[in-house]
């Protein structure tokens, strides 16, 4: 049986990403705080030979897991020597990452 060239991601809020053999797209939803974090984690799954794009354009409302879900997701990249590319961040969240000296991510 021929395995499809993509898989689509999900968790219980929604679908989230769309991954083909050479890039990983991935939306953050538009609400990303602790309570859904590991939910959001657990549905993310990447395979080597990816670019992980993370569009972060819908995040409205969110606290500092998100950017430890940002944090998470580069570091799995990085472990499987793949690229992060983040897009899209809206002004509050490239304020915090400032705030928490973590210019570098985005």
């Known amino acids: 049986r021929r395995r499809p060239d993509y898989l689509i991601v ?7 990403a769309q991954v083909n053999s050479t890039q990983a797209s991935l939306r953050m939803p538009d609400t990303l705080r602790h309570a859904q974090a590991m939910d ?4 993310i799954h990447l395979s080597s030979g990816q670019t992980m794009v993370l569009d972060a354009s819908a995040l409205r409302s969110f606290d500092s897991s998100a950017l430890a879900c940002m944090l998470e997701l580069r570091r799995r990249a990085q472990a499987r020597g793949l690229e992060l590319r983040i897009e899209g961040t809206p002004e ?3 304020r915090l990452v400032q705030a928490y000296g973590l210019s570098d991510l985005i």
Do not use: A, H, N
């Open 10 to 16: 999900r968790t219980q809020q929604r679908r989230c």
């Open 40 to 43: 959001w984690l657990s549905g």
């Open 92 to 94: 509050r969240v490239r």
